[in-house]
Nanobody
Framework: QVQLMESGGGSVQAGGSLRLSCEAS????????MAWFRQPPGKEREGVAA????????YYADSVKGRFTISRDTAKNTLYLQLNSLEPEDTAMYYC?????????????????????????WGQGTQVTVSS
């Protein structure tokens, strides 16, 4: 059973930065697609970024390219999302997600990496609020 726990959310002014963390209980023998999603108030959940634990970042949403960075510390079994140049439009609940993935192919792009339906393990979320 995969368990995910996010932390690091908060309230910042536009232009500020935050780093979100997701502690994950993952098997070292299995490859996963891990991702960050967000859900703004009154809107659907959307994919932000994804990576394949076998190696490589596999997806960024166009709205966050150049501002957000997904990464992973294997030793700590922790997924990160660095959020820079934050905008009020980034205000949302941010979720960490994971699923088994046999290869990076099934973790790549908006269809595999950025669709909530592809993931079956979710954290409880952490709130990010950006004020103008």
């Amino acid at each position: 059973q995969v368990q995910l726990m996010e932390s690091g959310g908060g309230s910042v002014q536009a232009g500020g930065s935050l780093r979100l963390s997701c502690e994950a209980s993952l098997s070292a023998l299995t490859k996963y697609c891990m991702a960050w999603f967000r859900q703004p108030p009154g809107k659907e959940r959307e994919g932000v970024a994804a990576l394949f634990t076998g190696g490589g970042v596999t997806y960024y949403a166009d709205s966050v390219k150049g501002r957000f960075t997904i990464s992973r510390d294997t030793a700590k079994n922790t997924l990160y999302l660095q959020l820079n140049s934050l905008e009020p439009e980034d205000t949302a609940m941010y979720y960490c997600a994971a699923r088994f993935s046999p290869s990076s192919t099934y973790c790549t792009g908006a269809y595999y990496g950025g669709r909530a339906e592809e993931y079956n393990y979710w954290g409880q979320g952490t709130q990010v609020t950006v004020s103008s």
